[in-house]
Every structure is written in structure tokens, then in C-alpha cells.
């Protein structure tokens, strides 16, 4: 079991550029999260998706686009990088029928936007 | 709306002794999940440690437990005989049952054990 996996590690981007951030789990987990942490203010969701073809905003939407074509993957898309989006990114599964489980989390890309 | 407050944005703790890190959090929701997990500087998220809001006992592993004060919305982490691989930032978060998936995080604290 990989778990959950996220490409790249790290990542530069000029501003205006775009980017896929890759999450992939191979627990058949239900729900899947993409969070971004900034010093001082915590994980703070940007999108998520409870199934296949199901996702939603969280806190910090904009500038930021999902889709989830298949249970096991779950990119973020950024359409054009502005200086505000340099942050560490992580990804997280987990289990519908499993309440109270905790989220699995990913390695984390970091991104930094000149 | 549900939020979750860490008050101590950073602690330092001498090695082998007791640290208690601080989480207060706000729900309307009778039954929920609280987690603490701990982020070394890897980045890696890890959990430490579970709480059912039904189950009025603490939750305990190894050197970890809680003090989970339902009515009080408090959920504070103790670190007993601290030690240096328990240097991290440390992240408290909620989780609701009805009818959300979202997972709510405090702002974490920073936690230094000293040699």
C-alpha cells in the first residue's frame, strides 16, 4: 500500500503559470481534501470531493480548480499562479463508511511563485 | 460554524518531563471526533491520538493522552517524559457527524523539546 501520494515534491512556478498538483490513494477511500498550510494559520481546506464526479469548496477556493474522474485520483489545478499561492499543499483520503477514522495525508508538495 | 483554537502558537519543554498543549474548540453538534495530529519537520502528518465526543473516557497512547472536557469544548494533549523526537508543530482538529465531511484545524503550535 503506497497510501496517499503526491507529485511534485517541490515545485517554482512565475506568476501566470499553470500547474497540476497530483494526489493519488490507493485505499479506495471515499473522500479525498486538498489543504494548503501557511505559517500561523493552519491547514486550511480548498476543495474536497465525497465520490467520483462529486467535489466542493472549502475555505479557501478561489484561484484553485479540482475534478474526480476516478476514486483514486484527485488533482488541483492552478490556471494561473499568482505570489499568494506559494504554500506547502497536502492531500488527504479518507474512508466514508468509517466515520470517526482519521484523514490520511500525503507527503505534501511545496510550491513556491515568483 | 465550527472553529477550533490553539491559544499557544509555541512551547518548549525540557527533556523527560510533562508538556500539555491546549485546544478549545466550538460546535453545536452533540456527537464529533477530535484528533491531535503531529507534524515533524518532514512535513509528514501523523496522528497521534483519537477522541469519540460520546466516550466520556480519555483517550491514552503510550506517552500521549487527552483531557477531553465535553462541556467545557476542551481537548488538551499531554506529552508525558518528552522527548526529542517529539519536537514538531502539533495541529488539533474536529470533525463533525452530521452530515459534513470536513475536517476543522486549528492553528497548530510549535512544540521544542530541550536537551
Known amino acids: 500500500n503506497a497510501g496517499v501520494t503526491q507529485t511534485p515534491k517541490f515545485q517554482v512556478l512565475k506568476t501566470g503559470q499553470s500547474m497540476t498538483l497530483q494526489c493519488a490513494q490507493d485505499m479506495n477511500h471515499e473522500y479525498m481534501s486538498w489543504y494548503r498550510q501557511d505559517p500561523g494559520m493552519g491547514l486550511r481546506l480548498i476543495h474536497y470531493s465525497v465520490g467520483a464526479g462529486i467535489t466542493d469548496q472549502g475555505e479557501v477556493p478561489n484561484g484553485y480548480n479540482v475534478s474526480r474522474s476516478t476514486t483514486e485520483d484527485f488533482p488541483l489545478r492552478l490556471l494561473s499562479a499568482a505570489p499568494s499561492q506559494t504554500s506547502v499543499y497536502f492531500c488527504?483520503?479518507?474512508?466514508?463508511?468509517?466515520?470517526?477514522?482519521?484523514?490520511?495525508f500525503g507527503p505534501g508538495t511545496r510550491l513556491l511563485v515568483l | 460554524a465550527q472553529t477550533v483554537t490553539q491559544s499557544q502558537p509555541e512551547m518548549s519543554v525540557q527533556e523527560a518531563e510533562t508538556v500539555t498543549l491546549s485546544c478549545t474548540y466550538d460546535?453545536?453538534?452533540?456527537?464529533?471526533?477530535l484528533f491531535w495530529y503531529k507534524q515533524p519537520p518532514s512535513r509528514q502528518m501523523i496522528l497521534v491520538i483519537r477522541q469519540e465526543a460520546y466516550k466520556q473516557q480519555n483517550a491514552t497512547e503510550n506517552r500521549f493522552s487527552v483531557n477531553f472536557q465535553k462541556a467545557a469544548k476542551s481537548f488538551s494533549l499531554k506529552i508525558s517524559d518528552s522527548q526529542l523526537g517529539d519536537t514538531a508543530m502539533y495541529f488539533c482538529a474536529f470533525k463533525g457527524t452530521s452530515g459534513t465531511y470536513k475536517y476543522i484545524f486549528g492553528t497548530g503550535t510549535r512544540l521544542k523539546v530541550l536537551a
Open positions: 460546535t453545536s453538534e452533540n456527537n464529533y471526533y
Open positions: 488527504a483520503s479518507s474512508s466514508a463508511a468509517k466515520v470517526g477514522e482519521t484523514q490520511y
